[in-house]
């Protein structure tokens, strides 16, 4: 296989955009991370891919403990020990899928991740005053009418 003679630079940009990255950004890039490697994850499953498979299920498990350690359980409140009790389930399930190479445990999984995402990046959407809390409560509603299966009248 042909090395991309770009890789370096490639390398770099990403190095640089990690390190200059806020709080916040660094938050989406762990979600935006895991996610990929659900989604190989997934793939290398139904390929029969048995490294492939370990090596994308354990890569996304170490980025969902990355997120349990950033949970303040000392001074959180209940959400902060909700959503650590969801990332340890996530964690669990990420072993089970492994050993039991279940597609579906994975979905599960890329599900509540893209979830918090959408979470996180309209939190930090309303903080920089990019979006209103009522505008992001009735996107959440729009998209759950949608998953239930249809707009209900307004």
Same mark, same amino acid.
């Given at each position: 296989m042909?090395?991309?003679?770009? *890789?370096?630079?490639?390398?770099?940009?990403?190095?640089? =955009?990690?390190?200059?990255?806020?709080?916040?950004?660094?938050?989406?890039?762990?979600?935006?991370?895991?996610?990929?490697?659900?989604?190989?994850?997934?793939?290398?499953?139904?390929?029969? =891919?048995?490294?492939?498979?370990?090596? =994308?299920?354990?890569?996304?498990?170490?980025?969902?403990?990355?997120?349990?350690?950033t949970?303040?359980?000392?001074?959180?409140?209940?959400?902060?020990?909700?959503?650590?009790?969801?990332?340890?389930?996530?964690?669990?399930?990420?072993?089970?899928? *492994?050993?039991?190479?279940?597609? *579906?445990?994975?979905?599960?999984?890329?599900?509540?991740?893209?979830?918090?995402?959408?979470?996180?990046?309209?939190a930090?959407?309303?903080?920089n005053?990019?979006?209103?809390?009522?505008?992001v409560?009735?996107?959440?509603?729009? =998209?759950?009418?949608?998953?239930?299966?249809?707009?209900?009248?307004?």
């Amino acid at each position: 296989m042909p090395v991309n003679p770009y *890789n370096k630079y490639i390398k770099q940009y990403q190095t640089s =955009n990690i390190t200059t990255a806020t709080p916040e950004k660094l938050m989406i890039m762990l979600f935006d991370g895991a996610i990929q490697f659900l989604q190989k994850a997934k793939i290398a499953i139904e390929e029969k =891919n048995l490294q492939e498979r370990a090596l =994308n299920i354990e890569s996304a498990r170490k980025i969902v403990r990355e997120l349990m350690r950033t949970i303040d359980l000392e001074n959180g409140n209940d959400v902060s020990k909700s959503l650590f009790r969801l990332y340890n389930k996530m964690a669990m399930k990420l072993i089970k899928a *492994n050993v039991s190479k279940n597609a *579906n445990l994975v979905d599960e999984v890329m599900t509540d991740m893209m979830n918090i995402r959408w979470g996180f990046q309209k939190a930090i959407e309303i903080q920089n005053g990019v979006s209103s809390v009522e505008e992001v409560m009735k996107e959440q509603e729009a =998209n759950q009418q949608m998953a239930e299966g249809g707009v209900k009248d307004a």
